[in-house]
């Protein structure tokens, strides 16, 4: 298990020198020294790094899973540079940047992040959706990346620390939706684009791939069609992202995303498909019933996972560091048992559901509708689409003035604001790469882009690589997303069914009450939690003296948040839990 790191130094001794800080172990082997340049392998971090390799005059390390080898190797042979046809996939991906630039990539469906050594440039390439993540920065003349946040960290010269502007994203959104992390001068590669990183500092940015809006204008006469491509789209997507001749696990919480794969896993693989639940305990909501009624159906071997708030509160700080950013999900550590049980019990691929509402369109977007169908403008209570997205969001952001201290709050005064990550999909102009018509698909791709980028799959992918097991996520498939952006809203939307055309597309598949029940999700106990065996642990961090030291929220809100009083309403311990995340998260790269 590895990570990579790389750096491009003005000698070939301070590049080395570099990597060996950032933990590497061993570098460039023989044939893959690179003058000025030194790659290497960051050994004992939970990640899929290969490399250094070479290929095409090129060498490079990354974290790559292709998923349509066959399409590449056609590709590279119909450009008469075949590829070795049991190249590994970085081989294979290196050899498509090499040979046919950005549109090369842009074939390569997958997971990956890629960093070649270019001349005297680096070369940082990462996926369409952002299934895995790579960052970067630079300082004293040099440019270094990484696969692991910690890595850069431990660069001396970086001389990093707390990024407030960042503080404020996380507090608004729950994790940091673009490109900024929270250690100052560290950056994060955006999906679907190519890095270029010059000696003399320039960056220059290509865009593989960003979700468009190809609209079908067939009308409803083309509606079957439309279902019936979206169901060929989603069998394609599964059975690619089955592993060959071995089991395969799924995350099955009984909602219509999760079950559709589970269906489509169990159809199309040849080996036993496990399915895994979670039980917060029998006396608070669940679709514990609907998961284990989709499991029966689909015959798969079912396991349901009980876990208990001392175990949460026991696993919250080692769940938290193995974030690169926090993640305000209180279902980090439920999520990192599942992956320990799947990894026990020796599967190596576990798919999940996730994708399904920001790909096309779950009941999170309906505020933002219905705000817009009753908007008045010029009206006192008027706001522009970005600010009331973030409201939407109904975290921290509207309690930031009495949740962060004065000097905090000064320090931010002229800090770009967090409308900024949102204002490129809601407000795009008419001559915008990012231009969608419908309000739908601007929502949508706004949340693609976003939370599906920057949560979903990075919390996916950090918490199954910890456990030595890749979590695919098949609705996040690329040819599904263009699918989606290409269906008309009223096939997403169709009246008050939400995701109507996804359901179509499966309905033979699942029995009707899966199929056609809302939504109602899983209830997580945070407020309890926090009452009960966090209380201590909560009281301990965000009042202790590391906390007050570090000057970032006011002790006498967070007290009174404790007490369960305040602003916390309607939103409960789900703000509390914000804080206690970030401050967790904080210690653990010791800020």
């Known amino acids: 298990m590895a990570r990579f790191c790389v750096c491009v130094a003005p000698t070939t001794d301070r590049a080395r020198a570099q990597v060996l800080a950032m933990g590497a172990i061993g570098g460039a082997g023989p044939g893959a020294i690179v003058r000025r340049a030194d790659l290497a392998l960051l050994r004992g971090e939970p990640g899929p790094a290969e490399g250094p390799f070479t290929a095409c005059g090129l060498t490079a390390a990354g974290e790559v899973t292709l998923h ?7 590709a590279l042979a119909a450009a008469c540079d075949p590829a070795p046809v049991r190249c590994t996939d970085g081989e294979l991906l290196l050899r498509m940047w090499a040979v046919l630039g950005a549109e090369g990539v842009a074939l390569a469906e997958g997971m990956f992040v890629l960093a070649v050594l270019d001349g005297t440039d680096l070369v940082l390439i990462r996926d369409h959706l952002g299934a895995r993540t790579v ?30 502007a960042a503080v404020r994203s996380f507090l608004t959104f729950a994790y940091l939706p673009g490109e900024e992390t929270l250690l100052t001068g560290v950056r994060e590669v955006l999906p679907g684009r190519v890095l ?24 409803a006469e083309g509606r079957q069609d439309r279902v019936l491509a979206l169901r060929s789209l989603l069998e394609d ?32 693989h040849s080996r036993p498909v496990r399915t895994y ?20 159906h689909c015959g798969t071997d079912h396991r349901v996972l009980n876990v208990s708030g001392t175990t949460v509160a026991a696993r919250l700080a080692e769940a938290a560091a193995l974030l690169d950013s926090p993640v305000g999900d209180p279902l980090t550590v439920p999520n990192l048992l599942l992956a320990e049980a799947v990894a026990d019990e020796g599967a190596t691929v576990v798919l999940n559901g996730e994708g ?24 006192p209570w008027d706001e522009d689409r970005a600010t009331a997205y973030l ?32 204002e490129p999909y809601l407000l795009a102009g008419p001559r915008s790469p990012y231009r969608m018509e419908g309000l739908l ?21 950090r918490l199954t690589s910890s456990q030595g097991i890749e979590g695919r996520a098949p609705l996040f498939d690329r040819r599904v997303v263009d699918h989606a952006f290409a269906v008309p809203a009223g096939d997403k939307l169709r009246g008050t069914v939400e995701k109507w055309i996804l359901k179509e597309a499966v309905r033979d598949l699942l029995p009707g009450t899966v199929v056609d029940r809302p939504k109602s999700g899983m209830r997580v106990p945070v407020q309890q939690w926090l009452t009960g065996p966090l209380r201590d642990l909560g009281n301990d961090l965000l009042l202790g003296p590391e906390a007050r030291r570090r000057g970032l929220f006011r002790q006498d809100t967070i007290r009174t948040w404790m007490k369960g009083e305040g602003t916390l309403l309607p939103r409960q311990g789900g703000k509390l839990w914000l804080v206690l995340t970030l401050e967790l998260w904080l210690r653990s790269y010791g800020l």
């Open 68 to 74: 349509n080898r066959p399409v590449l190797l056609n």
């Open 135 to 164: 960052f970067y920065a630079r300082a004293q003349g040099a440019w270094a990346a990484s696969t692991s946040l910690r890595a850069l960290r431990r660069w001396p010269a970086l001389g990093t620390s707390v990024n407030l």
């Open 196 to 219: 270029r990183l010059s000696p003399d500092g320039s960056v220059s940015e290509t865009v593989h791939w960003e979700p468009t809006e190809r609209l079908d204008t067939s009308g």
């Open 237 to 268: 997507a599964v059975a690619c992202r089955l592993p060959e001749a071995r089991p395969v696990a799924v995350l099955l919480s009984g909602g219509v995303d999760s079950s559709l794969v589970t269906a489509l896993a169990a159809k199309l």
């Open 277 to 296: 639940s979670i039980s917060f305990g029998d006396e608070l909501p669940n679709e514990l019933g609907y998961s284990g009624m989709v499991a029966a």
């Open 356 to 379: 399904g509402d920001p790909v096309f369109g779950g009941p999170k977007n309906l505020p933002m509708l219905v705000q817009e169908m009753q908007r008045e403008a010029g009206a």
């Open 391 to 422: 409201r939407s969001y109904r975290k921290c952001w509207t309690d930031l003035p009495v949740l962060l201290t004065p000097r905090a709050l000064d320090a931010l005064r002229d800090a770009p604001l967090p409308q900024r990550f949102v």
């Open 441 to 461: 698909n601007q929502l949508l791709h706004c949340n693609v882009r976003t939370k599906g980028s920057h949560h979903i799959l990075t919390k996916v992918e």
